[in-house]
């Protein structure tokens, strides 16, 4: 809710202001990709997300909880390693080739 204080004018004025203020928002466009999380037959949220991550949920992936890999690594990111069911290996430099 956007709430307004004026300081001169009078107290009805600046309410219709505040109103009409409101009544003029827009209600901003969705991503396109809407997936449902169901759990025990119930729908339980809606993710509203792009192409690309809508790909990666409906594609059955693994998901884990690394919050813990977060806070021991800070500033670190899982992007590109691999992971075998209880270890995750960081991904292998590519030497920049030489000329």
């Known amino acids: 809710m956007l709430i307004v204080h004026y300081t ?3 107290q ?3 309410h219709t202001r505040k109103k009409n203020k409101m009544t003029e928002q ?3 466009e969705l991503p396109p990709v809407k997936i449902a999380f169901v759990i025990d037959g119930e729908v339980i949220d809606v993710l509203h997300t792009d192409d690309r991550l809508g ?3 409906l594609s059955q992936p693994t998901v884990l909880d690394v919050s813990a890999w977060y806070v021991e690594n800070p500033g670190g990111t899982l992007v590109r390693y691999t992971y075998d069911g209880s270890v995750f290996t960081a991904p292998e430099e590519v030497a920049a080739p030489s000329n």
């Open 26 to 28: 827009t209600i901003p």
């Open 12 to 14: 009805s004025e600046s």
């Open 8 to 10: 001169s004018g009078n």
């Open 55 to 57: 790909a990666i949920f």
